[in-house]
């Protein structure tokens, strides 16, 4: 049965033009929270459909083979304005197979039966349609504070969870937007973080939007201290916490590298070596925020 539903996810418009594809992304979970009744014009918004899974795939050239959790992804082109993405599972499941149409923002998936495959294409498919429209998914932990955001960035198990729970738990009026992947926008000069129906293992759907106050890349010591960081550097921090799938591919790099400039044009990026206690929290938010309203 056909459904077609429309989501807000960081100012575009997602639709999902598809009963089964619904139905998996209600399964998924955290969806629901960005349903939208805004009409949007067809040209400004990313479609998903629904098709079959295809029988041959030989037009697409392979450029980036990675794994998502248990998961083998691969992720292509056909060098004219069409890509592909596949995950294949583990078990004896049918793979998804989504073809992303970059001059018309459609894209055409199956549907397979494990729900976490299609909220993991989505988020590909996602970004792709936006990419040029100076908007980026960030793997990072994202709180709030006093109307303004902070994004911690780091690799997997760095500690970018345990750190925003330390904000949440010690300092007062800290909340958390997003526990993965926070949307990044640049809007008016501004840059602005946005919650996301991608949050991890961390249930947290938020639809709340804050202008960038920081932007922390943890690693851990036997310390707790900080620094700004010059440009270079600065640029060395957010780069692998964007999609590195995207860096393949020369159209899609182009709008992560111009939205990865302007954000690091109005963004200051911290390093933060650190231990996971309190003081961690304090020594970040104390760089960031100069009015030092903490909880004891």
């Given amino acids: 049965m056909k459904k077609t539903t429309d989501y807000s996810i960081g100012g575009h418009t997602l639709r999902v033009d598809s009963g089964s594809l619904n139905g998996l992304l209600e399964a998924a979970g ?3 929270t960005f349903l939208s009744a805004v009409k949007t014009h067809p040209d400004t918004m990313l479609t998903l459909c629904e098709r079959p899974y295809p029988q041959n795939t030989k037009e697409y050239t392979p450029l980036y083979r990675f794994r998502f959790e248990d998961k083998e992804c691969s992720f ?8 592909f993405f596949r995950i294949f599972p583990p078990e004896r499941q049918e793979p998804f197979f ?3 149409d970059i001059h018309t923002r459609t894209a055409f998936a199956n549907a397979p039966g494990n729900a976490a495959l299609v909220r ?3 988020w590909m498919a996602y970004g792709m349609a936006f990419a040029k429209d100076m908007t980026v998914a960030v793997h990072s932990s994202a709180i709030s504070y006093n109307g303004q955001a902070v994004l911690f960035l780091g690799e997997s198990g760095t500690g970018k969870s345990t750190h925003t729970r330390l904000w949440t738990q010690n300092i007062k009026g800290a909340g958390l937007i997003n526990d993965d ?9 501004t840059v602005y973080a946005y919650g996301s129906p991608w949050s991890g293992k961390t249930p947290c759907y938020r639809t709340e939007k ?3 106050a920081a932007i922390v890349r943890l690693s851990q010591a036997p310390h707790n201290s900080i620094k700004k960081l010059k440009i270079p550097e600065a640029l060395a921090a957010l780069h692998p916490s964007c999609p590195p799938a995207f860096a393949y591919d020369n159209v899609l790099y ?6 990865i400039s302007a954000i690091l044009e109005k963004t200051p990026v911290f390093h933060l070596e650190c231990l996971a206690d309190p003081d ?11 009015d030092k309203n903490v909880a004891v």
């Fill in 76 to 83: 292509g082109s056909d060098n004219a304005g069409k890509y």
């Fill in 30 to 32: 955290g969806f629901d």
């Fill in 181 to 189: 992947s926070p949307i990044l926008r640049v809007e008016n000069n």
């Fill in 120 to 122: 993991f294409g989505l």
């Fill in 98 to 100: 989504m073809e992303y």
């Fill in 254 to 259: 182009d709008g992560i590298s111009a939205t």
């Fill in 210 to 212: 804050y202008p960038v």
């Fill in 280 to 290: 961690a929290a304090y020594t970040s938010f104390g760089a960031i925020f100069s």
